[in-house]
Structures are given as structure tokens and as C-alpha cells.
């Protein structure tokens, strides 16, 4: 059935576009510079120990800054921090594309993942709040995973294509153009922000100890490459770290009106609970193994960057073909048992990765099957994930969650990569030979099976018995203005009719 929305109605068409857009920049300039960070040492005169911050100041930004920037879309309004966040990100994007010397390049990617720690929240909470229960808002959220893990992949494949026919710091100024258009989009497709009652006050202790613990955190995972696990440097950082996340839990159940209340991780709340555990354990499988396939693909297939992002192509149609599925199943098998079952099929696959990624591995053999299966079983997961993550929320705190779901899954993808890293170079020891390499990727893929499959026994246990989808949320004028008004409670509207559109033809 095809369904119509008035266009004047909070899910214009253009709501959708812009909040998938959202999750794609996002994701894409995660990976997209990774390639070009060799022409980018040689042009601006990086130290070989410096260039990595190009990579790390992006994800120490984003991951210090999403707690906050999800509870900013609750108290100054979702479209103003969805606003504020594209033009923060836009200006980074251009200056990082514009810089001439690596200082203002490292400033401009840490200025870009701060734009995104205010993006990435408040795209699942425009969700949420503006899409009824059911149907509409489990097609939105399969978009919007799709739109994620597009936008990684598309970012390796995009990195090697721009940095080979355009230079480096199109990887950087592509974006630029992007925004643009997602703002013009957003004054006509977001919601107003409107307000009735006062105003709540901003947390500043617990911003502060939230964004420096978690900045601490991800600053001593990512430099486990260059600092051992048992230095002092990493275990001062991560000591450091959750000193200050332990104090930031100690205030919040102070708090009256908290930065994260921690009731959402109560038993009243298991499928939140269980959302976050598996968001945090997924990420750290699936984000590392994206990384070690890439590994695998240039360092013992041979492959070029161009090429190797191309063989990324069915993973992606994975991804589609599972939230498809998930989006049309959900209402029937409810969250539980697809995040158990796509966790389980996500683990075979990255399973099936440890038994053939050898050195006379080929893309039939080696790379096709397996991405299918794990693809497939990983886009069975947004759905359910994002719907668990804002279970029985209220509007008012929906960009809490979104933020917390958020910072899960940027944690879970450094403390993965962090981890598989070691595990990598433990198994490939002193040889840097094609077999020894194939070797120590195997070992690291096999560890992300063992994390999918974790996951999916966590959500077994945490998540209880499938419980009946949430009401719609009440029509309420909340921070973002957001109505949730009865004539799309009935529909979907031309924004999901777009967004597939749109998604089907990038």
C-alpha cells in the first residue's frame, strides 16, 4: 500500500532525505580520509607520528561530545542543534579542505567530529519523535541503518576515487556542497522549534565529566597501536578516564534534571539496557572488521584503493537486503529475536571470514560469501536496535538516548579496534610476509564472531521476552516542536517514498 501525507504536516518530504544525509556524512568521514592520509602527509609535511591524529582528533571529538550533543537536541530544540551541527561541520569541512599546515588540518577534523556528536544524536531522535510507532518509524529506522553503513563503505571507496582523479582535499571540501543542500532541505523538512513550558537547565558537571571521561577513554584506546596495554601512558589514561566516568555516575543520580538520567538503564527500561550492550559489542566487531578487510583486500589480495572499495559493493547490498527484512518483521517477531538472530548470522559471517582469509584467498573464495552473510545479519540489526534503544522514552529525553545509543557504538568501535589490533599483531608476530598477515587478520576476525555472537547472547539474556510495540508517542510540543499528530500517525508519507528513492539510486 502506498501511503500519503500532507506535505505541510512535520514529516514533509524532505525530513527523511535530511536525516539520512545526516547518518551518511556522518559515517563516510569516518573512513573517508583513512586512504588519503599518505598524499596528505607528503603535501602539508606531516611527521610520521603525527599523521594518525588526522584519524584520531575526528573520533576523539565525536566520542567525548555525543552524550552532550543528544541532550542538546532535548533542551535548545532539534532543529536548531540539527542546524547548528551542519553549519559546524560544513565550516570544518571546508577549512580542513583549505588548510596549510597539519595543525589546521588536525583543528578542522577535531571541529568535524564535534559537528557530528551534534548530528548523529538528533537524527534518531527527529525519528523517533516524528514517526508513530509501527510501520513508519521501523521503514525510517531500516533507511537510516542503511544510510550508516553505506556512508562507511561508500567513505573507502569515495577516499581512493577522489584522492586518485582530484587530490586529497576534495575528501574534505566534498562535504561542503552536501550541507548546503541539507540545510536548504532542513528549513522546509524539520520541524519548528517550539516551547511551552520553561526551559530545562543544561547539566554543565556532568557535560564536563562526561566529555572529558569519554574523551580520556577513546584517547588511550586508539593509542594502543603506538602505547602498550600495559604501559603507563595507556593505563594512567584509561585510570584517568574511568575515574572521571565514575564520578560523572555519582552526579547524575544526584542530578534533578540530569545530562543522562540513569533510570534508562534500569530494569524498567531492559530493552534500553539491552540496545546499548548489544550496540556496544556489535560495534566493536563489525567496525573492526571493516578495517581488517581492507587490510586483507590491499595488503595480501592486491588490491588498489579503488578496488578494494568497490569489493565493499555486497556488503552493502547485505546491509539492504537484511533491513529489509527487519523493517517488514519486526512488528511480527518483535526486537529480541532479531537482534539475537542477526547478531548470530553477523558471527557466522565474520566466522566464515576466519576459516578463508589466506594468502592465496580470492574475491570468490575469501571476501563474496562472507560479506553477504555478515551484511545480511547486521542490517537485520538497525531496525530493532534503534526501536529497543528508545523504548518507552519519553519525548523530552529522546535525544538522551539517542546520544547514549550513540556513544555506545563509538565506543564500542575504538575499544574493538583497540583490541583486535593487538590481537592481529600477536598472531602475525616479527614476519610481514602475505602469509603471516593473512594469518593475523584471521585471528582478529575470528575475535569479532566471538563479539557478534556475545551480543547476541547479551540482548537473549537482558532484553526478557518480546514485549508489545511502544504506543505512539503523545501529541506534545517538545523542545524540537515536534507534533505527533494523528493524520501521520496514519501514514508514512512522501519522505520514506524519497529516502528509499534516494537511497536506492546513491
Not at 526551559?199 to 571521561?213: K, N, Q, S
Not at 594512567?236 to 572521571?244: N, Q
Not at 556513544?407 to 602469509?435: C, K, W
Request: aromatic letters at 6%; charged letters at 10%.
Amino acid at each position: 500500500m502506498v501511503h500519503k501525507v500532507n506535505s505541510n504536516a512535520p514529516q514533509g518530504r524532505w525530513l527523511l532525505p535530511v536525516l539520512l544525509t545526516v547518518q551518511f556524512l556522518v559515517s563516510l568521514d569516518m573512513s573517508v580520509v583513512n586512504i588519503a592520509l599518505p598524499d596528505m602527509g607528503d603535501d602539508l609535511g606531516f611527521a610520521p607520528d603525527s599523521l594518525l591524529w588526522v584519524v584520531n582528533a575526528y573520533a576523539l571529538a565525536f566520542g567525548g561530545l555525543l552524550m552532550l550533543g543528544g541532550r542538546l537536541a532535548d533542551l535548545v530544540g532539534r532543529r536548531r542543534t540539527l542546524v547548528r551541527g551542519f553549519v559546524l561541520f560544513g565550516a570544518a569541512s571546508l577549512a580542513g579542505g583549505l588548510a596549510l599546515t597539519p595543525g589546521q588540518l588536525i583543528a578542522a577534523r577535531a571541529v568535524q567530529g564535534a559537528g557530528a556528536a551534534a548530528l548523529a544524536p538528533v537524527a534518531l531522535a527527529l525519528i523517533t519523535v516524528n514517526y508513530p510507532a509501527g510501520p513508519a518509524r521501523s521503514r525510517a529506522l531500516g533507511l537510516w541503518g542503511i544510510s550508516g553503513a553505506l556512508g562507511g563503505a561508500v567513505g573507502i571507496m569515495a577516499g581512493g576515487l577522489l584522492t586518485d582523479w582530484v587530490g586529497w582535499r576534495s575528501v574534505m571540501l566534498v562535504n561542503v556542497p552536501v550541507v548546503l543542500a541539507a540545510l536548504l532541505a532542513a528549513r522546509h523538512g524539520v520541524p519548528a522549534d517550539r516551547r511551552t513550558g520553561p526551559a530545562p537547565r543544561l547539566d554543565i558537571t556532568g557535560a564536563l565529566l562526561v566529555t572529558a571521561g569519554m574523551t580520556l577513554l577513546v584517547l588511550g584506546l586508539v593509542r594502543t597501536e603506538t602505547y602498550a596495554w600495559g604501559s603507563g601512558t595507556t593505563l594512567g589514561t584509561l585510570g584517568a578516564a574511568a575515574a572521571l566516568l565514575g564520578a560523572f555516575v555519582a552526579v547524575e543520580a544526584r542530578k534533578r534534571e540530569p545530562l543522562l538520567r540513569l533510570g534508562l538503564l534500569g530494569t524498567a527500561h531492559r530493552p534500553v539496557l539491552s540496545a546499548n550492550v548489544f550496540a556496544l559489542l556489535m560495534s566493536s566487531g563489525q567496525f573492526a572488521a571493516f578495517y581488517f578487510t581492507s587490510l586483507y583486500l590491499q595488503q595480501v589480495m592486491g588490491y588498489g584503493p579503488t578496488a578494494a572499495g568497490a569489493a565493499f559493493l555486497p556488503f552493502c547490498a547485505g546491509v539492504v537486503a537484511g533491513s529489509t527484512v527487519a523493517t517488514k518483521a519486526v512488528g511480527r517477531l518483535g526486537e529480541r529475536t532479531l537482534l539475537v538472530a542477526g547478531g548470530l548470522l553477523g558471527a557466522a559471517g565474520f566466522g566464515w571470514f576466519a576459516l578463508t582469509v589466506e594468502a592465496g584467498g580470492t574475491f570468490l573464495s575469501s571476501i563474496l560469501g562472507p560479506s553477504l552473510v555478515a551484511s545480511v545479519g547486521i542490517g537485520m540489526c538497525f531496525v530493532p536496535l534503534g526501536t529497543a534503544a528508545t523504548s518507552g522514552v519519553t519525548p523530552e529525553e529522546t535525544g538522551m538516548a539517542s546520544g547514549l545509543l550513540n556513544s555506545s557504538r563509538q565506543l564500542g568501535g575504538s575499544l574493538g579496534l583497540a583490541v583486535l589490533v593487538t590481537v592481529a599483531a600477536n598472531a602475525t608476530g616479527p614476519e610481514r610476509g602475505r602469509d603471516a598477515l593473512a594469518e593475523g587478520h584471521a585471528a582478529a576476525f575470528a575475535v569479532s564472531a566471538a563479539l557478534l555472537a556475545a551480543a547476541a547472547l547479551a540482548t537473549a539474556v537482558l532484553h526478557g521476552r518480546r514485549t508489545p510495540a511502544p504506543a505512539p508517542l503523545r501529541p506534545a510540543e517538545t523542545p524540537s516542536g515536534a507534533d505527533t499528530r494523528e493524520e501521520t500517525s496514519k501514514n508514512l508519507g512522501d519522505d520514506v517514498e524519497t529516502g528509499v528513492s534516494r537511497s536506492s539510486q546513491g
